[in-house]
């Protein structure tokens, strides 16, 4: 799991408050402004970094979707989110924070085991993904790999 997340029982057992208290509270902040990411794994505070953010366009099918994370993950970026277009609700985005391969074999156990579809199978498999790395050369390595594999979206 990433380092940086805390669950909100953790903190919840740190201050001696319920659960509940601190989502709420969580999200009151966030509400206010303040830049804490959600995940299904904890919350983490988004710190301004000087990483490079890159956006890309996949499309492939549930079985290839550990490949395309574990490229991403072993060529040194991060997954921040998936993000479909759907066409009643428009844009929907699921905060990932997809950084080692601990991370992927989560978040592949949790949607196997809990029989979860992707959002991407909304969309027949296309999506995107906003990824963080150490810079743009990485990036567009990253990028290469990923339509060497056949996992870009090509329209």
């Known amino acids: ?18 659960r509940q208290t601190i989502v709420g509270d969580i999200a009151l902040l966030r509400a206010k402004g303040e830049p804490i990411i959600s995940t299904v794994n904890g919350y ?25 994370l574990e490229t991403i993950v072993n060529m040194g970026g991060e997954i921040e989110d998936v993000i479909v277009d759907h066409s009643l609700y428009g844009q929907l985005v699921g905060t990932l924070g997809i950084s080692t391969l601990h991370d992927i074999n989560d978040f592949m156990s949790r949607a196997e085991k809990g029989n979860h579809l992707l959002l991407s199978s909304l969309t027949q498999g296309i999506h995107l993904h906003n990824i963080a790395c150490n810079g743009e050369a990485e990036f567009l390595e990253i990028k290469k790999k990923l339509s060497e594999l056949g996992l870009i979206y090509l329209g």
């Open 1 to 18: 799991m990433n380092s940086d997340l805390i669950s909100a029982t953790v903190l919840a057992a740190k201050y001696g408050v319920s």
């Open 44 to 68: 983490k505070y988004q710190k301004k970094e000087s990483r490079y953010h890159g956006l890309i366009a996949c499309q492939h099918t549930i079985e290839e979707t550990r490949l395309e």
